[in-house]
């Protein structure tokens, strides 16, 4: 595009913003799918892993631990490289869906665990001794309460996948930093080219952590209040409304 | 409506013929450790016991093992004419439910549900268990807040209430489901004295009302007044019970007499 000097890259970045968004688009897509599927799948893994059945609750401890026990990258080519020779075969993007949804039911599948073990004992013992069912226990006391504690790092590991999704690049996924390489490659110009992608990624990220960031300052509000009453504290605590 | 009443529920006695719960030869094992140990306990309907004993007696343990939070490991249970006989794992949770239905409790920490407020905490059970509708159970939650003397806090989370407060809350979602026998587990001890007396007067004024409750509490002067009967446990067991002046006064048993001194301070 230009001739390359040293310092270049800090003026011409803007100009490979374009050619870079369609690849902002893909990871945010598989964001989304590993995020959308995954912590659904992590919820059902959550719950399974308390479940008094044996098979069910082991089924669900091997896929979390296995699940957060190997690097997404190592999940990324065993299901695209590995399974290919047992005979299962998925493209390049399907790959990166699957190895992206089991990372992330995993880890929201620990996450939720165990905000739903930081919800007092007496919380369910409350339900039962109104003769409340197990499942309303569940629904009605517990969950509510847990989903508050496990929102805020729901919201970082939504992070996490994002920049996660920048390794699907090894399996010819065309995402931004897989179109950021190709173009690096072709022009000789990675400076420029990688400050366009860290630019993008940034635009995303930055925001998000700060929503993160305070959307657990707030939540932490109700934790702690939540905790007050359970060490009875006579002075009001503050106005809680929403979420 | 309201309860801040001043009858002495010992003028009206209740009619000891009409046994309500019978426990016989409960046991609670956790582990090694018997919590419970072979307790038998007959109460009337109206009648108020005060269950007394030094810290790890097994009070708590005895109060969860009547409405089930805990399973007994044997003996047998019966509230309403419902019987329970305990042996290995036995226990259906239709069999559960029936029994648990006729009982309230009131926690020392109250367990409030910090997600709801007031009047809903009061309300939710209602909706689920007895099916009734949005409306009548949040009515019948206001009625119960105004008997606890709480109706303007029906709309306050339990953060924004003092302890005492949450407390009659706490009381106040136990009675909304029209329990038979009310079970208090030192529902004053996590509060300043004179919180304390706000509660045991809400309690005192149930107990005028013919309220079958037995109350596990550490309040000599409450137990001396308003039961019928004290019931000392001392290491999971019954070893003494009788009319309040008779155990408080003259205890016939060494360790209810060393107790009694430990705490009243003589
Ligand atoms: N879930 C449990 N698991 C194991 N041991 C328990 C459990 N609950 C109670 N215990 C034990 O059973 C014994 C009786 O406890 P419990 O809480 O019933 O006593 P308590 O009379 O209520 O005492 P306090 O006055 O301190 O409340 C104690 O030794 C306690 O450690
Ligand atoms: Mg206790």
Known sequence: MSTVTPLSWLWEWPHWVPTLLPGLGVALLLTVISCGIGYPLGFLLALMTEARSKPLKWTALVLVEVGRGIPILVLLFVVYQGLPSVGILFDALPSACIAFVWSAAAYSAEMIRVSIGTVPRGQSDASYALSMSRFDTYRYIVLPQAARISIPPLVSLTITMFHATSLASVITVSELMHIAYQQGAIYFNYMTVFTAAAVIYLVITVPAAIFADRLSKRLGGVTSVRQTAFRRRRTPAPIVTGI | ?266
Do not use: W
């Open chain 2, 1 to 266: 409506m309201s309860i801040h009443t001043e009858t002495s529920p010992t003028e009206t006695a209740p009619d000891v013929s009409n046994e309500f719960v019978r426990a016989e030869h409960l046991v609670k094992d956790f582990g090694q450790h018997r919590a419970v140990n072979d307790v038998s306990l007959s109460v009337a309907k109206g009648e108020v016991i005060a269950l007394i004993g030094p810290s790890g007696a097994g009070k708590s343990t005895l109060l969860r093992c009547l409405n089930l939070l805990e399973t007994p490991s044997s003996g047998s249970l019966q509230i309403a004419g419902e019987r329970i006989v305990f042996e290995g794992d036995n226990l259906k949770r239709p069999q559960v439910l029936r029994l648990r239905r006729h009982t309230g409790m009131v926690f020392q920490s109250f367990n409030l549900f910090p997600h709801l407020t007031a009047a809903k905490n009061v309300a939710l059970a209602q909706m689920r268990v007895l099916g009734r509708s949005k409306k009548e159970a949040m009515d019948r939650a206001l009625t119960q807040l105004d008997r606890v003397g709480l109706a303007s806090k029906a709309d306050a989370y339990p953060s924004q209430c003092s302890g005492g407060q949450q407390q009659r809350i706490g009381i106040a979602r136990a009675l909304a489901m029209d329990p038979d026998l009310m079970l208090f587990d030192e529902p004053t001890s996590g509060l300043d004295p004179e919180v304390g007396a706000e509660i045991l007067a809400v309690m005192r004024a149930l107990a005028g009302e013919g309220t079958t409750m037995i109350i596990a509490t550490h309040e000599m002067e409450f137990a001396r007044h308003v039961s019928h009967r004290v019931v000392v446990m001392v290491e999971g067991a019954i070893i003494e019970e009788g009319a309040p002046e008779q155990v408080m006064s003259a205890p016939t048993h060494e360790r209810t007499q060393k107790f009694l001194s430990a705490v009243l301070g003589r």
